[in-house]
T-cell receptor, first 115, second 115 residues
């Protein structure tokens, strides 16, 4: 079945540091890929998405590129802020999703940014 | 309106109580979801409604009873819960297209404590 693997955490960075969070997936065909962020005490927010190979999703300074050849969707940000401290989930949904489609989540990774 | 709302924000209940969680969206989405999330874990899918009909039940115990009264509302009725049911309950919604379900938008969640 489909699966998503995220790098082990937690991750602690200083403000303005470069961020990379690795995500790889296993799925048949071309799934849609997502990054969700969950701030403390809140629900999940869609951060960015990509629906086909070589698409780049971007939002709030975060970027991720859909790499079919490496089955990856790594999240990057050039300069993190304290306000980026949160849990980040990589997720996929199957292509041509039918009535039984569902999101498959990675385990999530906690990012802490110190001033 | 791009928001999914959930009430109540917090709920404490005894094992013999009956309570309900409510979720509402006005984005015209025709798929709605209930998830359960334990601390530091990804959300686990419980139920999916598509066009107000239950399309996925992830073998959830019968003490959880979902209801979709109309296209904007989703309820989760709770009865005779166990302490291990304490968790964050998330509602989400998405479009339904010819290609399947679109990206999901999540509410802020209800933090449930079962005593």
């Amino acid at each position: 079945g489909d699966s998503v693997t995220q790098m082990e955490g937690p991750v602690t960075l200083s403000e303005e540091a470069f961020l990379t969070i690795n995500c790889t997936y296993t799925a048949t065909g071309y799934p849609s890929l997502f990054w969700y962020v969950q701030y403390p005490g809140e629900g999940l927010q869609l951060l960015l998405k990509a629906t086909k190979a070589d698409d780049k999703g971007s939002n709030k300074g975060f970027e991720a590129t859909y790499r079919k050849e490496t089955t990856s969707f790594h999240l990057e940000k050039g300069s993190v802020q304290v306000s980026d401290s949160a849990v980040y989930f990589c997720a996929l949904s199957p292509p041509l999703a039918g009535a039984n489609s569902k999101l498959t989540f990675g385990k999530g990774i906690t990012l802490s940014v110190r001033p | 309106d791009t928001e999914v709302t959930q009430t109540p924000k917090h709920l404490v209940m005894g094992m013999t109580n009956k309570k309900s969680l409510k979720c509402e969206q006005h984005m015209g989405h025709r798929a709605m979801y209930w998830y359960k999330q334990k601390a530091k874990k990804p959300p686990e899918l419980m139920f999916v409604y598509s066009y107000e009909k239950l399309s996925i039940n992830e073998s959830v115990p019968s003490r959880f009873s979902p209801e979709c009264p109309n296209s904007s509302l989703l309820n989760l009725h709770l009865h005779a819960l166990q302490p291990e049911d304490s968790a964050l309950y998330l509602c989400a919604s998405s479009q339904v297209t010819s290609g399947g379900f679109g990206e999901q938008f999540f509410g802020p969640g209800t933090r449930l404590t079962v005593l």
